[in-house]
């Protein structure tokens, strides 16, 4: 069993709206093979190098594209 997990954040930009030509997003791809067992992974928002802006994030959007079994997330921290 493995995990394929993609963390993708969005930001609206200054205008705070959705298609409003200033927004900006990326993603990152976190990949385990632990199986049956809690997995910890931290990263710093300064990881997402593709967003030139972070002050008005809208969404974060979890997949689990691919992967076997389920996928529980617990505990985000801003």
């Keep these: 069993m493995w995990i394929h997990l993609e ?3 969005l930001n609206w930009g200054a205008d705070e709206s959705y298609g409003g ?4 997003e990326d ?5 385990t093979n632990k199986k049956d067992t809690w997995y910890n992974h931290s990263m710093a928002l ?4 593709g967003m ?3 002050n008005n994030i809208a969404q974060i959007i979890l ?3 691919n992967s076997d079994g389920v996928v529980y997330i617990d505990n985000i921290f801003l």
Excluded: I, M, R, Y
Excluded at 21 to 24: K, P, R, V, Y
Excluded at 27 to 31: A, D, F, G, N, T
């Design 7 to 9: 963390l993708n954040w």
């Design 21 to 24: 030509g200033d927004d900006t």
């Design 27 to 31: 993603e990152l791809q976190v990949v």
């Design 46 to 49: 300064s990881d997402f190098t």
């Design 52 to 54: 030139t802006s972070k």
């Design 63 to 65: 997949s689990s594209p």
